[in-house]
C-alpha cells in the first residue's frame, strides 16, 4: 500500500522522515521538515501540524506501510496514532549531511544570539557580541543538540561560560506600581529578590523602581517595564 498517490503527493513534498529500530524492525513516520524540533521542545503541541499523516511506515520513500502485527509486537498496540507520538520523541531524524551541517550551523547562531542577548560582562556591564559568544563557545566545544530547543541549550552555555570567561546574565530595570494597603506587605516579600533599590516614593500608592533579574512573572498585574 502507498501513500505516495496523484492526490496526496504534493503533501509529502516537505517530508521529514523521523525512524526508530524496535524488535529488530525498522518503523518511520513522515513529518513536516521545519516541525519536528518545534514538537520536541514543546512549541508545537498540534499533533497534525507535525505529521504528514498518522500512518507508521516501514519506508516512507516507498509508501510501505507496517504491518498490524509488526506495530503490536513492538509497541504493544496497533493505535498508530500513539505510536507515531512515541517515534516523533523518541526516534532518529533522518536527514542529509548537508541538511544536518546547515540545521546545526544554524542552531548554534541562534543559541549564540540568545546568550549575547540576556549576558553582559559583570565587570563592564556591557554586552557581548554574538560573534565573541560563537567564539567562546567554541573555545569550549559546546557541541549542539538537535532534539533540545535553543533556549534550554542557551542556559547551559551560559552555566560553561561562567568557567571560563566573565559573564552573568543581565538585569532588568523594573517600576512597581503597588497599592498603599498592599505596598508594604508586598515590598518585604519582593526584599530578597532585590539586587538595588533605585528609589522609592510613598503617596497614594507605592512605587518602586528596581534593578534586578527577570522576575516580571511573579507580579504581573503590578509590573511595568
Known amino acids: 500500500m502507498s501513500i505516495f498517490t496523484p492526490t496526496n503527493q504534493i503533501r509529502l513534498t516537505n517530508v521529514a522522515v523521523v525512524r526508530m529500530k524496535r524488535a529488530g524492525k525498522r518503523f518511520e513516520i513522515a513529518c513536516y521538515k521545519n516541525k519536528v524540533v518545534g514538537w520536541r521542545s514543546g512549541v508545537e503541541k498540534d499533533l497534525d501540524e507535525v505529521l504528514q499523516t498518522h500512518s507508521v511506515f516501514v519506508n516512507v520513500s516507498k509508501g510501505q506501510v507496517a504491518k498490524k502485527e509488526d506495530l503490536i509486537s513492538a509497541f504493544g498496540t496497533d493505535d498508530q496514532t500513539e505510536i507515531c507520538k512515541q517515534i516523533l520523541t523518541k526516534g532518529e531524524v533522518q536527514v542529509s549531511d548537508k541538511e544536518r551541517h546547515t ?95 533605585e528609589s522609592e516614593d510613598y503617596g497614594q500608592q507605592l512605587e518602586i523602581v528596581r534593578v534586578k533579574y527577570f522576575l516580571c512573572f511573579m507580579l504581573p498585574k503590578y509590573c511595568i517595564l
Open 103 to 197: 540545521q546545526l550551523e544554524q542552531m548554534f547562531r541562534d543559541i549564540a544570539t540568545i546568550v549575547a542577548d540576556k549576558c553582559v560582562n559583570p565587570e563592564t556591564k556591557r554586552p557581548y557580541t554574538v560573534i565573541l559568544i560563537e567564539r567562546a563557545m567554541k573555545d569550549i566545544h559546546y557541541s549542539v543538540k538537535t532534539n533540545k530547543s535553543t533556549k534550554q541549550q542557551a542556559l547551559e552555555v551560559i552555566k560553561q561560560l561562567k568557567e571560563k570567561m566573565k559573564i552573568e546574565r543581565a538585569h532588568m530595570r523594573l517600576r512597581f506600581i503597588l497599592p498603599v494597603n498592599e505596598g508594604k506587605k508586598l515590598k518585604e516579600k519582593l526584599k530578597p529578590l532585590i539586587k538595588v533599590i
